[in-house]
């Protein structure tokens, strides 16, 4: 089984002798749980090879259903114990010769989707000739068709970034080649690897040392700011606690630790200090982004501005009806729609929260995850709100 894979991939002997041991380490490990079968003669139960199969291709499966995009075999219960390890054994010789590009996990998978359908059409033809994408003049190797392209590019970009004293958009990290195969725009690569590609752009050395790129290709949907609002930004959901805790507390400090109508009435101020702090956050969450913009996809730009508008349009709501309640009274009807804002606001986090405690609720957003709308609603909320977690 190794020995075809090493024929059409053109996989290096070693890694094939190490990887054939890797394999049956697996199988026997899980053998060992299930127990030993009945009969003299030594076999492989099915339910090991499952278990390695579905534990060694977990990531793929969930790479295919997040872009969404179906795996190379239609389901898994028409595939057979002898093609769950062919799979299996396929992914693990890719991995041993990864190097680097095993820091790029979707990378991984987008790879092993593509040698497991040239795999397939091998099968089909029942001819056991070199793939495609491992074919050259110099011979049959996965390592240099395959890997040695994309290693390339990522140490390049590595070089480009002065001992770590580059700015964090001057070059591409582990984290943006990998973040560019959550999308079908990783299909543009094609395969064989389309080299011509912008992502597959090298820096060129300039005068003075100095690095650039002759066909620009910039960050995925992150770019790293050096500044100190990073404080506020990345640890918001901690400064609105304080902050509102700080509220309250010197609210009913200053009111001789009575709760009366009163007390009530300025305590329903944290509602426009909520928002107004959620403001602030999706405004840095524009400014944070800046420099992605161009590469970053639609979706997530989508995300931010709208989010951005949500919390825009919530605080001057929100503020604009509490000075209102105050100067018109409890008994004003400004002062009973911003109880009733609030309340409902307050109430649909809480149950959103909580049902996503729940195991079963949890797992069906997973399983709806592609729909653009859940999306939208999950990172909105992001899980908890302030008014759950504390």
Known sequence: MLDLLQCVFGFQEGNVKNQREHVVHLL???QSRLGKLSGNEPKIDEGAVHVVFSKSLDNYIKWCNYL????????????TKEKKLLYVCLYYLMWGEAANVRFLPEGLCYIFHHLARELEEVLQKQTAEPAESCNSNDGVSFLNQVISPLYEIMAAEAA????????????RNYDDFNEFFWSLKCFQLGWPWKLSNPFFSKPSRKEKGLLSRNHHYGKTSFVEHRTFLHLYHSFHRLWMFLIMMFQGLTIIAFNNDTFDKKTGLQLLSLGPTYVVMKFVESLLDILMMYGAYSTSRGSAITRVLWRFCWFTVSSLVICYLYVKALQDGTESAAFKIYVFVISAYAGVKIIIG???????CHGLTEACYRWSVVRLVKWMHQVLSLFCTF
């Open 68 to 79: 969404p995009l179906h795996p190379v075999w239609n389901n898994t219960v028409s595939l």
């Open 28 to 30: 026997a490990n899980e």
């Open 354 to 360: 909580l049902l996503m405690s729940v195991p079963c």
């Open 160 to 171: 480009n970034n002065k001992g770590g004293r580059a700015p964090h958009s001057a070059w």
